[in-house]
């Protein structure tokens, strides 16, 4: 099992260009989310979904939005991208059965707006 | 408003010793408690995790403290070996809808020999 993977690993933007980044998870979770990382906040979530067709906004989720189309995948797309959007980026999965388990995260997106 | 802290931005270990990761919440609504390890470039881990109705958890070196009335974890590694060395982020959920995690900042431990 490949476990959580994200596409691409790096990429350099300028203001107002547009990119989606790809999560994608082999281990037939139901739910999944999408953080970003800056120094010194810790991870902060932007959105997440909790099946297939669903989303919900988290806690920093403007401009930024998701598509779950399928169970395997969770879209991030940036739809006119800024410096403050310069961040790492993580996705994670965990099984939807139980209340207390824990979330898988991929390897990361690292982002950079100019 | 930050809900889960970690005051400690760095924390330098000789190995062979305890090292001692602290956590704070504010949210009293928190009933499961992870922690994380990060190595640079790479994705979180995880690594114990605690619920509410314990207050210890314990697997190998990793033992995990929580004391539910001063809102306060933490997290024991010992012995202390290079390979620890990492950042560490304490989260909490409250077990709602998708059981969210909010994060603490993150702890570098540092392990030298």
């Known amino acids: 099992n490949a476990g959580v993977t994200q596409t691409p690993k790096f990429r350099v933007l300028k203001t107002g260009q547009s990119m989606t980044l790809l999560c994608a998870q082999d281990m037939n979770h139901e739910y999944m989310y999408w953080y970003r990382q800056d120094p010194g906040m810790g991870l902060r979530l932007i959105h997440y979904?909790?099946?297939?067709?669903?989303?919900a906004k988290g806690e920093v989720p403007d401009g930024y939005n998701v598509s779950r189309l399928k169970k395997q995948n969770f879209l991030l797309g940036l739809e006119s991208a800024a410096p403050s959007q310069t961040s790492v980026y993580f996705c994670?999965?965990?099984?939807?059965?139980?209340?207390?388990?824990?979330?898988?995260f991929g390897p990361g997106t690292r982002l950079t707006v100019l | 408003d930050q809900q889960v802290k970690q005051n400690s931005p760095s924390l330098s270990v000789q190995e062979g010793r305890i090292s001692i990761l602290n956590c704070d919440y504010t949210n009293s609504m928190f009933d499961y408690f992870l922690w994380y390890k990060k190595y640079p470039a790479e994705g979180p881990t995880f690594l114990i995790s605690?619920?509410?109705?314990?207050d210890k958890n314990e697997d190998g070196r990793f033992t995990v403290f929580l004391n539910k009335s001063a809102k306060h974890l933490s997290l024991h590694i010992v012995p202390s070996q290079p390979g620890d060395s990492a950042v560490y982020f304490c989260?909490?959920?409250?077990?709602?809808?998708?059981?969210?995690?909010?994060f603490g900042t993150g702890t570098r431990l540092q392990v030298t020999l």
């Open positions: 605690i619920s509410s109705i314990k």
């Open positions: 989260a909490a959920s409250d077990g709602g809808t998708a059981s969210k995690l909010t």
């Open positions: 979904s909790v099946g297939e067709g669903t989303t």
């Open positions: 994670a999965s965990r099984h939807g059965r139980t209340s207390y388990n824990e979330q898988f």
